[in-house]
């Protein structure tokens, strides 16, 4: 066939025509049909390319029956997204040729299955997980490719990348220890919202409990509602004057603290040494400098991008299950406990 001129625009009845068709099977190419005779297909597909029809990469869709998509649900009942996780998979699908599309509202078992059957996604990575998060549940019994950022309570035959909170949780308490603390409490928010249990929260509250009964500490714990977290930390320090360090392993608990501490008129750390989670510019930002618990946000998006392509692309057949380690990083928050 002969090669069409780029300042000639080519239709659908240009093409049907040039390849003795009607008009109606190249629009079911086009829309991926199956009921059209593959040797009818690919001659259609090859006359697009050729002509420059449509961009190259509708016809790769085309060809490979795949949308070249990536869904990322991060359903915003808890937590503000984290740019950090978002970008870093975004980019780790873009280097592989997908693109990452963002969804945030709540998903219905239906809403979720036709984002796969609408052809929208060829897999999804699915974020704020629950214990017993339903999604999970729904996508395993679909045997629709997935991987979570984040993990349940039964992770069998999942894939994952997650963050080891218990530990960073267990090197905080180590550091305080260390450094003289026998009266530590701990911060963590919403760990049970409407019934619904935070696998993130309660992996880092599980971390505080083993490390207390490790140094034989008591254990002085909170979980705090988010619209009213500072005053109940002040009641938390009120109750507890003995309290000589805090632990938050949420940057939304960290200014809920920091508010409580200066309510309270103790100082940092003369009175009361803090050890929270917070990005690296935040923590240096306040005063005294945060001690902090990392969080490996681009890590995690790109290592998510990453197994899921490699099921998507077939490289990749086992479940992978990834637990980052996080850095402690001192600086000014944390010092020796304070004097009686």
């Known amino acids: ?52 029809f449509a961009p190259q990469i509708n016809w ?29 998979a975004a980019l780790g699908c873009e280097e592989a040729d997908y693109t990452l599309n963002l969804i945030v509202k709540s998903l219905s078992d239906n ?42 309570v039964d992770n069998t035959g999942l894939s994952y990348v997650d963050i080891d909170i218990e530990k960073g949780v267990a090197d905080a308490m180590q550091h305080l220890h260390d450094l003289g603390h026998r009266q530590i409490g701990f911060v963590t928010m919403a760990h049970a919202l409407e019934g619904k249990e935070y696998g993130y929260a309660t992996w880092a509250l599980e971390g505080y409990k083993k490390a207390s009964q490790k140094h034989g500490l008591p254990a002085h714990w909170l979980v705090a509602d988010l619209d009213s977290a500072t005053g109940q930390v002040l009641t938390l320090l009120t109750e507890n004057p003995t309290l000589t360090a805090i632990v938050t ?30 990005s690296e510019p935040m923590s240096e930002l306040a005063t005294p400098p945060l001690t902090t ?37 001192v600086r000014g928050s944390t010092g020796p406990v304070r004097s009686t």
Not at 31 to 51: G, H, I, S, Y
Not at 259 to 266: M, S
Request: charged share 20%; hydrophobic share 45%.
């Open 293 to 329: 618990i990392s969080f490996p946000a681009y890590e995690m998006g790109r290592e998510a991008a990453r197994i899921l392509i490699g099921h998507l692309e077939g490289t990749q057949t086992a479940p992978q299950q990834v637990l980052l380690r996080p850095e402690l990083n």
């Open 60 to 88: 790769q869709q085309l060809r490979s029956g795949k949308s070249l998509f990536i869904a990322l649900h991060f359903p915003q009942d808890f937590n503000p997204p984290s740019q950090g996780i978002i970008t870093a």
């Open 1 to 52: 066939m002969a090669k069409r001129s780029r300042a000639v625009k080519t239709t659908i009845v240009d093409i049907a025509e040039a390849c003795g068709v009607s008009i109606a099977t190249v629009s079911r190419i086009i829309n991926n049909k199956p009921d059209v005779a593959e040797e009818t297909r690919q001659r259609v597909l090859q006359l697009m390319d050729e002509w420059g």
């Open 249 to 278: 392993p949420q940057q939304s608990g960290v200014l809920a603290v920091l508010k409580a501490i200066q309510a309270r008129g103790l100082r940092i750390p003369h009175d009361i040494s803090v050890v929270g989670l917070l």
């Open 111 to 152: 809403d979720l299955l036709a984002i796969f059957r609408s052809g929208q996604t060829d897999g999804m990575i699915l974020m704020e997980i629950l214990l017993h998060d339903r999604r999970v549940e729904l996508l395993k019994e679909q045997n629709l490719p997935f991987v979570m950022i984040g993990r349940c």
